[in-house]
């Protein structure tokens, strides 16, 4: 617990030395979450702009923080500086649950202002109880992109080797999860697809929470199904992340 | 008190730590991790028939060595001989294919929690931070260890690596050579018993050179065991005992002295109005002295001049004789 610890304070040290990055991560779901302000702007009135404002936010932080934590880590392959953790005594359970940790703070940044900046521009009057879970489960899903991103790296022996899963996981997550349109209308094979990934469960509660008179009774199931994804991930990873070439 | 003044590495090691006033903590016997049944046996390391291969490519091919405690290890041979391959797979982070190793009687796979308390491995590459300090960084790699008095000991490494002014500073404003020293205040942290460094002097300028290896003498000196990789054959020179490694095997295996001694030496005899003639025999002393009293020590000889084969000439010309044996 301790050298996790360690390694959650250093990965938050680094992250708040390396301004552009953590400038980047933050300022970027705001500009995108503008931008689609300015779309949705031009749609005709009878558009329900809230349907798609907070799941897009739900989004963006879930390929930012697996983007930023699968880069960051194989970085940490690259630069040598993985196995010298490792040679040092590190473990790999504190190696994941120290970047979980640190990861974890830069997320919760990004859910706040992504939500925050959803709920003023497209002018949401959500209950305080309703923006109390959709925080909850947009943080959910965050700590299951962390550990997808964590998870993800392990296959990785450099960032070029990172990209090739944003079409494979990330670019999919928007048709398949119920961002755009509602997942029983696929096909049952992609439907069946969709369910493998995080969004999916996540935007199960974010639209039953935003539909008038939506309540969590009937949905949170699916908030236990992202801490079970995060939990086996932490233990595939745990699995893949090589002490020993 | 001028010594205080003196760059480090005109100072020795005993009055630099002496300023410390630490002397006794920095790599005595109270190390982190007692060893005492390790202290009774004199390897350090011992490596039997270790094979690594990479598919149907034998990276090392049945190495077999051992070092004594203490000592100033050099592992020479050119680049892709498998040094990175052997320095790896010792210090637990790759898996042999065959073979066995102890590093101060243990496994680096089996026991790799506790060897890893009284190794340091210094890595080709800097493997740093680059964001972080040059003290965040030592600190990091030190905390792995749980050291009690880690912040006294990231002071001591890092005034014993001279970085105590650039401590503060983030890696990546540093040099090359700057990042080879904080690199080794990294692996100086929680006093190792046995250094692995590879290719510690890879691409650092003359001067930095010789610091590092009066380092490494003063460390040897203080009981710790170097086992260090160099493509640089002059490095030799300053090893207690040297391996060649070449395609994965171990090919020659000596003291430099016993190595110089199997080059030759040119001896030119010039006598009065004779010219020059010269007469090449072995590079054992003997050989000299035997050389001189048949030769140079005649009424006629105005000047006798030595010339022996350089530590890389008789290395090189080791190298070629085994290649064509094999």
């Known amino acids: 617990m301790r050298r996790t610890l360690v390694v959650a304070t250093r990965v938050l040290r680094q992250l708040i030395r390396e301004h552009r990055l953590l400038g980047l991560s933050v300022v970027a779901p705001l500009v995108i979450v503008y931008f689609l302000k300015l779309f949705f702007d031009t749609m005709p009135p009878t558009f329900e702009t809230a349907r798609y404002a907070v799941p897009v936010a739900a989004f963006l932080v879930h390929f930012l923080a697996f983007l930023l934590c699968a880069i960051v880590l194989v970085q940490e392959r690259t630069a040598g500086t993985l196995e010298r953790m490792f040679i040092n005594g590190f473990r790999r359970t504190e190696v994941i649950g120290g970047y979980l940790v640190g990861y974890l703070a830069l997320a919760t940044l990004q859910a706040i202002v992504a939500l925050t900046e959803a709920v003023l521009l497209f002018q949401l009057n959500y209950a305080p109880g309703t923006l109390g879970v959709l925080f909850i489960v947009v943080w959910l899903l965050a700590v299951a992109s962390v550990m997808l991103g964590i998870f993800i790296s392990t296959f990785a022996r450099n960032e070029g080797q990172v990209f090739p899963f944003i079409p494979m996981i990330i670019v999919p997550s928007v048709f398949l999860s119920g961002l755009i349109l509602d997942p029983h209308r696929l096909p049952d094979w992609a439907e069946w697809l969709g369910r493998l990934l995080p969004l999916r469960y996540a935007n199960n509660v974010i639209q039953e929470m935003i539909r008038p008179g939506g309540a969590l009774g009937a949905i949170w199931p699916n908030l236990l199904v992202l801490v079970a994804y995060s939990v086996v991930l932490w233990v595939l990873a745990s699995r893949t992340l090589a002490e020993v070439e | ?326």
């Open chain 2, 1 to 326: 008190m001028e010594q205080r003044f003196l760059p480090w590495f005109k100072r020795s090691y005993n009055e630099r730590t002496r300023d410390l006033s630490t002397r006794r903590h920095i790599f005595s016997a109270s190390a982190a991790v007692s060893h005492q049944e390790w202290r009774g046996c004199m390897e350090a390391i011992a490596v039997r028939a270790l094979t690594k291969s990479y598919g149907s490519f034998e990276a090392l091919k049945g190495v077999e060595m051992s070092v004594p405690q203490g000592a100033v290890y050099g592992l020479l041979g050119p680049n892709g001989a498998g040094k990175s391959t052997l320095i790896k797979a010792l210090v637990g982070a790759l898996r042999p294919s065959g073979g066995e190793m102890r590093v101060l009687g243990l496994d680096p796979l089996r026991d790799r929690s506790q060897l890893r308390r009284c190794i340091g491995y210094m890595p080709q590459s800097a493997a740093l931070y680059g964001d972080l300090s040059a003290r965040d960084n030592v600190r990091f790699f030190g905390s792995a260890h749980g050291l009690p008095d880690l912040d006294r000991r990231v002071r001591e490494v890092l005034e014993f690596t001279d970085l105590s002014d650039r401590a503060g500073d983030a890696i990546h404003t540093f040099s090359g050579g700057m990042k080879r020293r904080v690199s080794l205040a990294c692996v100086l942290v929680h006093r190792p018993r046995v250094l692995f460094l590879d290719e510690p002097t890879a691409a650092v300028d003359p001067g930095l050179r010789a610091r590092f290896w009066t380092t490494f003498r003063d460390l040897a000196d203080d009981g710790v065991t170097l086992f260090i990789s160099t493509h640089l054959m002059d490095e030799a020179l300053l090893c207690d005992e040297v391996a060649v490694l070449r395609q994965g095997r171990i090919i020659i295996h000596d003291t430099p002295k016993g190595i110089l001694e199997r080059g030759l030496t040119r001896v030119v005899v010039r006598r009065s109005g004779q010219g020059c003639e010269e007469h090449i025999i072995g590079g054992h002393p003997e050989d000299l002295a035997q050389a001189l009293r048949s030769y140079g020590l005649a009424q006629d000889v105005d000047a006798v001049e030595v010339r022996r084969d350089t530590l890389e000439t008789v290395i090189l010309s080791l190298i070629e004789r085994e290649e064509v044996r094999v």
